[in-house]
């Protein structure tokens, strides 16, 4: 078979720090944080004892979709996670300028990830059963909390006719859906794919349940600061939402369009640590073999990476253990790498997480700038690598990973290069 080659052509971004790409990278190596107080439902009225989150501000599907009847259909039909990656859906193929119908529908599929699904609509719908009766249900909450209905509804929207489907891995289903897109591609099942991941969980119930297990940060005073990856006094996560989509497409067929080319994918790694629902495996073994696949796959040698998109959540043990991880991939060239964690600025957006790594990454690979670690103020002794703390950095970045390590065990790595015509 053919050498196809995979490259990214477009990127749209609905995240906590902004509503497009643009916005959104310039946030980012600004270093602004999204974090604040929870406004979609009063944390304090129930007593929740974390009160911040990471949301998306100043969404309207009306802003992507003009028609109010469309509008209408929209809300009725999809819940808000859908809503997300229907915007970014539309963002990304207009920036890789990219008209599915007027190509080959056949040949292009839809891999969107979500780590829960409609879980607004699962828990109000619940409410509304419980205390009102099966008659007070909408009829379509079925089509509205599968996690499923993204990569359906996106596919149905621009006519996507190749193959659609949704990675659920925890936070690694976003990236687990790029490099299946990339797979996709490279076997030559479809030319065009897009893929990416997509969350909307910020209610009381998920709040609830992390804050329970200890997961989030409770820094409710200080929001911006909350989420500090690497740093000694992490306590937690910050979770967040939001959906970002990119365009893959095989390198020839992109060239004869003129395509915009961001980067190139060149390999990528998954594996399960099979040790623990939660917590990392305690060696960081199961990223290390990630890492390992990746660099195999994308045919470099640990000394080629320039930069790593970090998991980096900001939780004791993930940071320790993913720093452990690279340091056993790389040895003394650990040392060397840059590093960024970009759930400092956007929180974690779970199933979008992985997605919004591999987009900034793309972005730090044409144009040469990476993005810092913001809040890292005070180093863990254990967390001794470059971080790119605080203040955004030009550099020279030829290879980069992208990291997502998700509850179950799951490790998914990514391997891109610059793109060079």
Not at 105 to 113: A, K, N, Q, W, Y
Not at 155 to 168: F, L, T, W
Not at 178 to 198: E, T
Not at 384 to 396: C, F, G, M, P, T
């Amino acid at each position: 078979m053919q050498n196809r080659r995979v490259v990214i052509t477009g990127i749209g971004a609905v995240t906590p720090v902004g509503i497009g790409v643009e916005d959104t990278w310039k946030a980012l190596l600004a270093g602004d944080s999204g974090v604040r107080k929870i406004n979609q439902f009063d944390p304090d009225a129930i007593g929740l004892a974390v009160t911040i989150a990471a949301e998306v501000k100043d969404f309207n599907i009306q802003d992507f979709y003009p028609d109010p009847r469309k509008v209408g259909s929209m809300m009725k039909e999809m819940d808000r996670v859908t809503l997300f990656a229907m915007a970014a859906s539309k963002m990304a193929l207009e920036d890789a300028r990219f008209d599915i119908r007027k190509n080959e529908p056949e040949r292009v599929g839809t891999f969107i990830g979500t780590g829960v699904g409609g879980l607004i609509t699962t828990t109000a719908d619940h409410i509304k059963l419980m205390e009102g009766g099966p008659r007070k249900l909408g009829l379509r909450s079925i089509v509205r909390l599968m996690p499923n209905a993204p990569s359906g509804q996106v596919a149905i929207e621009y006519g996507a006719k190749g193959r659609a489907k949704s990675d659920s891995t925890a936070c690694a289903s976003g990236l687990d859906s790029l490099f299946d897109a990339f797979m996709y591609i490279k076997g030559n099942r479809a030319d065009v794919m897009i893929a990416g991941g997509s969350e909307a969980c910020v209610n009381s119930f998920t709040v609830a349940s992390f804050s329970n297990m200890m997961a989030l940060s409770k820094r409710n005073d200080s929001p911006e600061t909350a989420s500090r990856p690497f740093s000694a006094d992490r306590d937690g996560f910050v979770l967040g939402e939001g959906s970002v989509i990119l365009i893959l497409e095989e390198l020839e067929h992109a060239l004869r369009r003129n395509a915009p080319i961001y980067a190139e994918i060149t390999g990528g790694g998954a594996t399960c640590d099979a040790s623990h629902i939660v917590a990392p495996e305690e060696t960081g073994a199961g990223a290390s073999r990630a890492m390992r696949e990746a660099l195999r796959d994308a045919q470099l040698e640990p000394h080629d990476i320039d930069y790593i998109n970090a998991h980096g959540t900001s939780t004791p043990l993930n940071d320790e253990r993913e720093t452990l991880a690279i340091k056993t991939v790389f040895g003394a060239h650990a040392y060397k790498l840059q590093l960024s964690s970009t759930k400092s600025m956007v929180g974690h957006l779970l199933g979008g997480a992985g997605a919004i790594g591999a987009a900034a990454t793309a972005l730090t690979l044409s144009q040469q700038k990476i993005h810092p670690t913001i809040n890292l103020n005070n180093p863990d002794p254990k967390c001794d690598l470059d971080y790119v703390a605080n203040v955004y950095r030009e550099a020279k970045v030829e290879h980069a990973l992208v990291e997502a390590l998700g509850f179950g065990g799951h490790n998914t790595v990514l391997a891109m290069k610059r793109y060079v015509a």
